[in-house]
């Protein structure tokens, strides 16, 4: 597999599994912004639930931006 001949040659220690290139993928995803949904399909979870209970520690961000957008939205109704 060339990705994992990549990785040994330069110098990974760990022998890289399909399984962690999953990962990785699915990290680089959530770091892009991709929706939630979309990389719950492209990983086969049936449930965004399966997709957030494993990689919802990479997605701290999410939290503020759920708290910013619910402020701009209290804002917004004050000045109605």
């Given at each position: 597999?060339?990705?994992?001949?990549?990785?040994?040659?330069?110098?990974?220690?760990?022998?890289?599994?399909?399984?962690?290139?999953?990962?990785?993928?699915?990290?680089?995803l959530i770091q892009d912004?991709?929706?939630?949904?979309?990389?719950?399909?492209?990983?086969?979870?049936?449930?965004?639930?399966?997709?957030?209970?494993?990689?919802?520690?990479?997605?701290?961000?999410?939290?503020?931006v759920g708290a910013d957008?619910?402020?701009?939205?209290?804002?917004?109704?004050?000045?109605?």
């Amino acid at each position: 597999m060339p990705a994992v001949r990549t990785a040994q040659a330069i110098g990974l220690t760990k022998n890289p599994r399909i399984h962690d290139l999953r990962h990785t993928h699915a990290s680089w995803l959530i770091q892009d912004g991709v929706p939630l949904f979309t990389i719950s399909r492209r990983l086969g979870h049936a449930s965004t639930k399966t997709t957030e209970q494993v990689y919802g520690h990479l997605m701290p961000e999410a939290l503020q931006v759920g708290a910013d957008a619910t402020e701009r939205s209290v804002t917004a109704f004050q000045r109605l």
